[in-house]
């Protein structure tokens, strides 16, 4: 990126290294002293900086990364040793403030194996219209995670199908976050 004129965070560096590593198997020998890559299906354009350009222009992802990372940060930093288990606690209290940390914690672990499977090759859906919403269930009742722009990606978790009368996808979004979107406003993308 320096080479570009583009000078990056700490944080940012990270993002981008974890998601390219999501798109890449990586190999590490023995002794830790040679690291390899080779791409896990993604063609390479000659040009061995487009992914991480791609990666880096993906500011919700971006933004998403480096605010999941600062709460298990501060999570891990606030919360309650598990030297006991729940009952062993003399207060009901600690008992509670360490099952909320934990499922806290759990659920920041869960959003970053969604960014893994974001950013892992293989088929994508491109958003073909603009503000289309990614919804909690695949209703148009339901609430809006996130609203969408024409040519953003987003990775299906499983094929298209049929709820009150329309089709939809059942995917995940940059941000790690898993909803719903109607089939109407995106095109399959390998």
């Known amino acids: 990126f320096s080479r570009k004129g583009i000078y990056i965070s700490d944080m940012e560096a990270k993002a981008i290294a974890f998601a390219a590593l999501q798109m890449y198997d990586v190999q590490q ?46 999570e891990n930093a606030h919360s309650i040793p598990a030297s006991k ?48 919403n990614f919804r909690t269930a695949p209703s148009t009742d339901s609430n809006v995670i996130d609203s969408l722009m024409s040519g953003e990606e987003i990775a299906p978790l499983k094929g298209a199908f049929e709820a009150e009368g329309r089709q939809w996808w059942k995917a995940i979004n940059a941000q790690g976050e898993v909803g719903y979107v109607s089939a109407d406003f995106v095109r399959v993308a390998c």
């Open 85 to 132: 288990s729940y009952a062993q606690y003399g207060d009901n209290m600690s008992a509670e403030s360490l099952q909320y940390s934990n499922q806290r914690i759990s659920n920041l672990y869960s959003k970053f194996e969604n960014m893994e499977s974001y950013w892992a090759p293989g088929v994508k859906l491109v958003l073909t219209g603009d503000y289309v």
């Open 29 to 74: 020998n023995s002794n830790c002293a040679t690291v390899s890559f080779s791409a896990k299906g993604e063609a390479d354009s000659g040009d061995g900086d487009y992914w991480l350009t791609t990666i880096y222009d993906n500011k919700k992802y971006i933004n998403a990364f480096i605010s999941t990372y600062d709460e298990l940060r501060t």
